[in-house]
């Protein structure tokens, strides 16, 4: 297993493209959705980085993913808490790591059960490339490339690390 760049470097350099997409966009008061868990870890760090006005929310996807036929649902699901009014919010989604899409598909399924934002940012820690669905990063600490038969996990939650192995 290979040890990367420090998270909490990687959360400083996404906070500050977070900040620049935001003032771009002039975004003035977003909230913060943390995906279960990886995504949670990293939203609350950047959370606290931004000194956002609305409490941070987070979603379990368990029950939305495309492949729960298929693998079962997780054993570990937890409630979803989205604190605030989503109806015409502008929003930053924040995930761990970025493949295939499909982790995101579902959180924007959860979401719209909830109301119809304005609009939503996607935020990652990192993006690995090889998608299946049309889904991009507006801000990302690190990209990188990886052969099919590895995959990296942020290990946390104390220490956050970020781990490349194989699958």
Same mark, same amino acid.
């Given at each position: 297993m290979d040890r990367l760049k !420090? +998270?909490?470097g990687l959360i400083k350099d996404l906070a500050e493209a977070l900040t620049a997409t935001l003032q771009a966009r002039d975004i003035r008061d !977003?909230?913060?959705i943390g995906i279960h868990t990886g995504g949670v870890w990293v939203a609350e760090r950047l959370h606290r980085h931004l000194g956002l006005s609305l409490p941070l929310?987070? /979603?379990d996807i368990s029950f939305y993913r495309d492949d729960f036929t298929r693998v079962g +649902?997780?054993?570990?699901v937890r409630p979803s808490r989205l604190p605030f009014e989503v109806e015409g919010r502008d929003i930053v989604l924040v995930d761990d790591v970025l493949y295939t899409g499909r982790t995101i598909r579902a959180a924007l399924n959860e979401i719209f059960d909830y109301g119809r934002p304005n609009r939503? /940012? /996607?935020?990652v820690l990192v993006d690995r490339g090889q998608r299946e669905l049309p889904i991009a990063a507006d801000a990302c600490a690190l990209r990188m490339e990886l052969p099919t038969d590895e995959e990296i996990k942020l290990k946390g939650p104390e220490p956050l690390s970020l781990i490349v192995q194989s699958s």
């Open positions: !420090p +998270v909490d !977003p909230a913060m929310g987070t /979603l +649902v997780n054993p570990h939503v /940012l /996607l935020a």
